[in-house]
Nanobody, 126 residues
Framework: VQLQASGGGLVQAGGSLRLSCTAS????????IGWFRQAPGEERKGVSC????????DYADSVKGRFTIFRDNAKNTVYLQMNSLKPEDTAVYYC????????????????????WGQGTQVTVSS
């Protein structure tokens, strides 16, 4: 069971990036997926999450209105569309997953997540 986050890079403030979370070894259909980020010297924080069906999503206040999470189960991928990026969005972004009956809801609580992928660096220049 492996998750892989990709799509990070260097972008100017106001720009956009789309992150992808893909899975190998299992299908994401039954998993809720979350995106978390960690800036240097800071704790890992929840950014956005989506339930297994895609019907429930949640966002950190700092990204509401700018980020959108969505999933394409046919491609076994969950995306995080990030618009109007700010320098304070600079961090390593991770995706994570949990399954079971709880996956019908989305949560930003990291303790719910069983599987974590490698991160992808997002750097926003001012």
């Amino acid at each position: 069971v492996q998750l892989q986050a990709s799509g990070g890079g260097l972008v100017q403030a106001g720009g956009s990036l789309r992150l992808s979370c893909t899975a190998s070894g299992f299908t994401l259909d039954y998993y809720a997926i979350g995106w978390f980020r960690q800036a240097p010297g800071e704790e890992r924080k929840g950014v956005s999450c989506i339930s297994s069906s895609g019907g429930d999503t949640d966002y950190a206040d700092s990204v509401k209105g700018r980020f959108t999470i969505f999933r394409d189960n046919a491609k076994n991928t969950v995306y995080l569309q990030m618009n109007s990026l700010k320098p304070e969005d600079t961090a390593v972004y991770y995706c994570a997953a949990y399954s079971g009956s709880a996956a019908v809801a989305a949560t930003l609580d990291p303790s719910w997540y069983d599987y974590w992928g490698q991160g992808t660096q997002v750097t926003v220049s001012s």
